[in-house]
């Protein structure tokens, strides 16, 4: 029996380009469940009709009725209102969170064994709502943010030093926010050579700080949330978990002691299993990103006791 993924606002830019991904490569059966439900199986027939030409076997359908969704191994939630020109991501939570509550409140009721990757802004403080709705453990809710950021990273360094993207080792930590997330300058490598080797202190704060800005930036010059980029990085999630592959990416989970931090949640490197997160792994930073991590855990940590006074 093929796997299932669900895709909640999956009629949506960035639920639309996951969807395509898992299905392109044929990772699973793929539901596409939205409240336009109309749009939803209009969006998952264009996919089904686009199989026979990328090869791929896999069905997909669209619905409004989460009942469809039953049983599904992952569950991707993309739904919310995206966010405008000019709107943090902070701004979004009070907009949001209800969605998220009554999103995973169905997601329990009919996929309680799933494993659950949370693509809503904002982020990090959604996937504390997740995790609260679901109780499910902190393995099975997965923050999609840091495989984005990091991409993004990778872009601006390859592009600064003139070489192939494909030879740019680095990553993102912290939280998914313009001010909070933090590029690790410490650890990033070009063909295995530091990055100091080919770029001046100056041009690499220059790299960050277009990095940091890199959702604010194509929200400008689009109209609306880049959904190419997040919607690849959450396909290579839901790749890695439903293949196995053990891959070590920057996700937002919830700390048990790690970094030093308990109970607050966080981009950090995760082993990506048919578990979920099944291991974080800790690094060395340096003394400036260490600051930098503990600024964004406080920040996180204040979005999440916020919502948690919505929870109640």
């Known amino acids: 029996m093929n796997r299932k993924v669900t895709v909640v606002g999956g009629a949506g830019n960035v639920g639309a380009t996951v969807a395509r991904g898992i299905a392109d490569k044929q990772l699973a059966d793929v539901v596409v469940i939205d409240i336009a439900d109309q749009k939803a199986a209009g969006v998952a027939l264009d996919m089904l009709e686009a199989c026979p030409i990328s090869g ?13 969704s039953a049983n599904s191994d992952i569950v991707v939630i993309t739904s919310g209102v995206p966010r405008k020109p000019g709107m943090s991501r902070d701004d979004l939570l009070n907009v949001n969170y209800k969605i998220m509550q009554q999103v995973t409140e169905q997601v329990v009721k009919h996929s309680p064994n799933c494993i659950l990757i949370v693509v809503s802004n904002p982020l990090d403080a959604m996937v504390f709502v997740a995790k609260q709705v679901t109780g499910f453990p902190r393995e099975r809710v997965i923050g999609s943010a840091g495989v984005l950021d990091s991409a993004r990273f990778r872009t601006y360094l390859a592009m600064a030093a003139g070489v192939s993207v494909e030879d740019v080792q680095a990553m993102v930590l912290g939280a998914h926010t ?38 604010a930036t194509l929200t400008g010059l689009i109209g ?5 980029a997040p919607g690849a990085g959450t396909a290579l999630m839901v790749e890695a978990i439903v293949r196995n592959q053990g891959r070590v990416v920057p996700c937002t989970v919830e700390l048990h002691g790690e970094f030093g931090v308990k109970d607050a949640f966080a981009g950090v490197p995760v082993k990506l299993s048919a578990r979920g997160a099944e291991r974080i792994y800790e690094i060395e930073l340096s003394a400036a990103e260490k600051e930098a991590f503990t600024k964004a855990v406080a920040a996180n940590t204040e979005l999440m006791n916020i919502a948690r006074g919505f929870l109640g």
């Open 178 to 215: 313009d001010k909070d997330m933090v590029p690790i300058v410490s650890a990033a490598m070009i063909g295995n050579v530091p990055v100091a080797k080919f770029l001046s202190p100056e041009k690499l704060q220059e790299v960050v700080e277009s990095t940091k800005k890199g959702g």
């Open 224 to 228: 609306t949330s880049a959904w190419q």
């Open 56 to 68: 791929s076997d896999s069905r997909v359908m669209g619905t409004g009725d989460y009942a469809e």
